[in-house]
């Protein structure tokens, strides 16, 4: 349980708050770049503040205030200029400053004017238009791992919910919610679909798998890590597990990542939770399908992007995939989750280190330093589950979409989907030949 004041303190964005302080220290993906091809001016609203992002005509991007200087009009409907952003009423010219350089019917000479709209340093990497809205001089943008991959393809998911941010980022420092969210929930859903066959729901279907994460429980573990936190499962024979184990799960990158999958796997994703402002989030499920060296991925120009529904036609909640599952219990804890009236169990443990993380990083900043994630020079390519046990890998099932396993998974709506299942489909066949090769044993398909 936390005190009102603490709810605030991490969860509020805005502006001059402490985690909106906080989150200004970051490069923010934003957008899908696509989207800028498809319609070069976005408006955009991200911690709190309303802007309006571009790209010009020569392929600048710039990401400013969304109001024009002059009388207010809305620069969403901007046209872009070969330099900057032209007001649509009275053509008054912005740059990537949010300077306004010209006002074409206002004579010459011109006085400068001493206003100036926002304008935030703005990025492209791997297909995602990341922004930085802090102090300058702004941190290198991080190459963490999936967006630089080499040997893979990729796809954007967006999600907008009605909910804050933490939320959704606490979901990640919840291993146990997989045995109901994505267990029973899961089964609950799809057995209420017409013509549903209990029969038809084939023992290896993700669900089962999932259903398994409930049982046999000893303890959760998680502790601090070089990027994030670490955090999984300790399982007891006794108490009715397949064996003493620790089952590692998906990797928390500070302040808002997530990693499911190993890099480099088959199918990984980066879940991304954007603060849009207080009471909404910007959802990215960043994915990206590797394959070993001699299996050939199709070449990408671009990383296209989708919006996996969350109704269907007649308003209903869409629950027979992951993503959808973990999205309607976010939001079902209300736009911001009342933590003062929480009443946290053992399965909570993750969930407290995650909170004291971000409380200690808030500190960080109101001391003057910076806060951990942030780098001078990032490295070429930065890997979130380095070191990390062999038991993160084990769900095998995201390497068989083409036997099924796609459905499960927001990227069936996802316009690569059929070159995924037709990627793993080859993968499969070329490890199948690489074990026959060498004489080893052939692992057991859906381990
Ligand atoms: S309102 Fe923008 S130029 Fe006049
Ligand atoms: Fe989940």
């Known amino acids: 349980?936390?005190?009102?004041?603490?709810?605030?303190?991490?969860?509020?964005?805005?502006?001059?708050?402490?985690?909106?302080?906080?989150?200004?220290?970051?490069?923010?993906?934003?957008?899908?770049?696509?989207?800028?091809?498809?319609?070069?001016?976005?408006?955009?609203?991200?911690?709190?503040?309303?802007?309006?992002?571009?790209?010009?005509?020569?392929?600048?991007?710039?990401?400013?205030?969304?109001?024009c200087l002059h009388r207010n009009v809305d620069l969403q409907y901007g046209i872009p200029d070969d330099c900057g952003l032209r007001c649509p009423y009275h053509g008054w010219l912005f740059n990537e400053t949010g300077k306004c350089v010209e006002r074409p019917m206002e004579g010459a000479p011109q006085a400068e004017i001493k206003q100036k709209l926002k304008g935030y340093p703005?990025?492209?990497?791997?297909?995602?238009?990341?922004?930085?809205?802090?102090?300058?001089?702004?941190?290198?943008?991080?190459?963490?791992?999936?967006?630089?991959?080499?040997?893979?393809?990729?796809?954007?998911?967006?999600?907008?919910?009605?909910?804050?941010?933490?939320?959704?980022?606490?979901?990640?420092?919840?291993?146990?919610?997989?045995?109901?969210?994505?267990?029973?929930?899961?089964?609950?859903?799809?057995?209420?679909?017409?013509?549903?066959?209990?029969?038809?729901?084939d023992q290896l279907h993700t669900l089962h798998q999932r259903k398994k994460v409930g049982v046999g429980i000893k303890e959760l573990y998680a502790e601090q890590s070089e990027y994030g936190f670490r955090k999984g499962i300790r399982y007891s024979k006794a108490l009715g597990a397949d064996e003493d184990k620790d089952q590692e799960h998906s990797a928390v990158v500070f302040p808002f990542y997530t990693q499911t999958g190993r890099s480099g796997a088959p199918r990984s994703e980066y879940q991304i939770r954007?603060?849009?402002?207080?009471?909404?989030?910007?959802?990215?499920?960043?994915?990206?399908?590797?394959?070993?060296?001699?299996?050939?991925?199709?070449?990408?120009?671009?990383?296209?992007?989708?919006?996996?529904?969350?109704?269907?036609?007649?308003?209903?909640?869409?629950?027979?995939?992951?993503?959808?599952?973990?999205?309607i219990v976010w939001v079902a804890q209300g736009?911001?989750?009342?933590?003062?009236?929480?009443?946290?169990?053992?399965?909570?443990?993750?969930?407290?280190?995650?909170?004291?993380?971000?409380?200690?990083?808030?500190?960080?900043?109101?001391?003057?330093?910076?806060?951990?994630n942030t780098f001078e020079k990032s490295p070429d390519m930065l890997h979130p589950t380095a070191g990390k046990p062999d038991s993160f890998h084990k769900h095998a099932f995201r390497k068989f979409y083409h036997k099924g396993f796609a459905n499960?998974?927001?990227?069936?709506?996802?316009?690569?989907i059929e070159e995924v299942k037709d990627l793993h489909r080859r993968i499969e066949e070329f490890q199948l030949k690489a074990q026959a090769g060498t004489g080893e044993a052939r692992a057991p398909e859906h381990a």
């Open 122 to 201: 703005v990025r492209e990497l791997g297909g995602l238009v990341f922004a930085y809205m802090g102090p300058l001089p702004a941190p290198d943008l991080p190459r963490w791992d999936l967006f630089v991959w080499p040997n893979a393809m990729r796809q954007i998911g967006i999600t907008e919910l009605d909910c804050n941010w933490l939320q959704c980022q606490e979901n990640t420092g919840d291993p146990a919610h997989s045995a109901w969210a994505h267990g029973y929930l899961f089964e609950y859903a799809i057995s209420r679909q017409k013509g549903f066959d209990h029969h038809s729901a």
């Open 335 to 372: 736009p911001i989750a009342d933590r003062t009236t929480e009443l946290l169990g053992r399965t909570d443990i993750p969930i407290v280190v995650l909170r004291r993380q971000l409380d200690e990083q808030i500190t960080r900043v109101e001391q003057g330093l910076a806060p951990m």
């Open 408 to 416: 499960d998974d927001a990227d069936r709506y996802g316009p690569l």
């Open 274 to 327: 954007v603060p849009i402002d207080d009471t909404h989030t910007y959802h990215i499920c960043y994915q990206c399908y590797a394959a070993p060296e001699g299996v050939e991925v199709p070449k990408q120009d671009v990383v296209p992007y989708y919006v996996p529904p969350q109704y269907d036609a007649e308003g209903n909640a869409i629950l027979d995939y992951v993503l959808a599952q973990d999205a």
């Open 1 to 67: 349980m936390l005190s009102q004041e603490q709810n605030d303190r991490l969860t509020r964005v805005g502006p001059g708050t402490p985690c909106g302080e906080l989150m200004r220290r970051y490069w923010i993906p934003i957008r899908p770049y696509a989207q800028l091809l498809e319609n070069p001016v976005q408006k955009v609203r991200i911690l709190g503040e309303d802007l309006v992002l571009y790209k010009d005509n020569s392929g600048n991007l710039g990401l400013i205030g969304d109001r």
